[in-house]
């Protein structure tokens, strides 16, 4: 996924925000494509500047628990990106996916340009021709992004490491 190579010249790279339910899962599922440089997992939409995993659970904030996806549009589109997203959840489930409810898992999608935004609601209506219900997610301009705590940063990887196992199994 990331490229490390020191010798190569630094690429122009975009990044994009999407929310889908909770960000581990959506975190991972990006973090798996070519052309992906970075993934990170914060709070994106709300009123309150950098908030806590509590207080945007507490449904208060207006935040959304988004992945922020930062990539070589050389290597992968945002439309390829879109199309993956809606791949990835229920687009139809209104504030929830799965087990998780409320407002802060809601389906959305932060645009940086125009041309996200006009490239979101293509990808969208197509999407809308595959599903019998009608796509609740919100295709809306980009506001400031607050990185999550340090713990939550690429979580499922870390839960799956033989490192992160025995954490687990001594409780830590």
């Not at 940086?112 to 935004?117: H, M």
């Amino acid at each position: 996924m990331a490229d490390s190579d020191a010798t190569t010249t630094p690429r122009a790279t975009e990044t994009a925000e999407f929310g889908a339910g909770c960000f581990w899962q959506v975190e991972e599922a990006f973090r798996e494509l070519d052309g992906v440089i970075d993934t990170a997992v914060g709070y994106e939409g709300g009123h309150v500047d950098n908030p806590t995993y509590e207080q945007v659970c507490s449904g208060t904030t207006g935040h959304v628990e988004v992945t922020q996806v930062e990539y070589d549009p050389s290597r992968v589109s945002f439309e390829d990106l879109v199309s993956k997203y809606f791949e990835i959840h229920d687009p139809t489930q209104l504030d929830r996916q799965g087990p998780d409810v409320g407002y802060q898992y809601r389906s959305v999608i932060f645009t940086n340009s125009d041309e996200q935004a006009e490239t979101a609601r293509r990808v969208l209506k197509r999407a809308q021709g595959s599903v019998s219900a009608p796509i609740v997610t919100e295709i809306t301009p980009a506001k400031p992004f607050w990185r999550a705590e340090e713990y939550h940063q690429c979580y499922l990887q870390k839960r799956s490491s033989p490192a992160g196992l025995i954490g687990q199994l001594l409780g830590r």
